[in-house]
């Protein structure tokens, strides 16, 4: 049997853990919880939001990683001519690399915006917010990755598609911060403003320049 040139071996591997570890986590951090309970828990009846979170973010890093690594134009030249032992980055590293990147500085920076407005308790209630929107959004780029990789469909047609869904998604976000029934941000409109611009849109626009600029 003759075997496609361009193997997408590792995409599915990368799809049945990602699946793995959402049934994992929902097994065994959230007390054997189905989907539907995990997304309308009350944060009271919440455990491990902490590490939820963690994990899910991680997950959406490689998830994005994969999903991006179809249309990135190219690895930039200052970081393909850097390798390891030899090893030098993919789209996919690359991708992954400035992804984590990403979350982690944000995350730094969401936490330190936090302190110095005095609402340390704000930082824990955005783990219950986030862990959920980002179960869900792990779930759809699941959905584009198996299109992507896996479906003769047209490129420009589905980049257009996801190219619509980001803004969409961020819109989303940002509203169920706003309108959380758990205070997620300050109630001074001074601050939600400050962390939309600072936190959320600027560093969004400098990943996006990185990636595919």
């Not at 097994?27 to 902490?50: C, M, P, T």
């Not at 973010?57 to 030249?77: E, F, G």
């Not at 979350?103 to 959920?132: H, I």
Request: with cysteine; glycine share 4%.
């Amino acid at each position: 049997m003759v075997r496609i040139p361009e193997q997408n071996d590792w995409v599915v591997y990368i799809l049945f853990g990602s699946i793995s570890v959402v049934v994992l986590t929902l097994l065994y951090l959230h007390r054997e919880a189905s989907l539907k309970d995990f997304l309308l828990q009350e944060r009271s009846n919440v455990g491990n939001k902490f590490p939820t979170w963690i994990i899910f973010s991680v997950l959406n890093v490689v998830l994005i990683a994969t999903l991006a690594a179809q249309y990135i134009p190219s690895v930039p030249r200052a970081i393909n001519n850097f390798s390891i032992l030899g090893f030098s980055l993919n789209k996919f590293g690359f991708a992954c690399g400035a992804m984590a990147l990403y979350y982690v500085l944000r995350s730094v920076f969401t936490y330190l915006f936090f302190a110095s407005v005095g609402q340390d308790g704000a930082w824990y209630n955005m783990f219950f917010t986030a862990m959920r929107y980002y179960l869900v959004l792990c779930i759809i780029w699941m959905v584009f990755i198996f299109v992507s990789y896996f479906f003769p469909i047209n490129r420009v047609l589905l980049i257009n598609v996801i190219t619509l869904f980001i803004p969409v998604a961020f819109v989303f976000k940002n509203a169920l911060y706003l309108f959380s029934r758990v205070p997620v941000l300050p109630s001074e409109c001074y601050y939600k403003f400050l962390y939309i611009c600072t936190l959320q849109i600027a560093p969004l626009l400098a990943l996006c320049r990185l990636l595919f600029f």
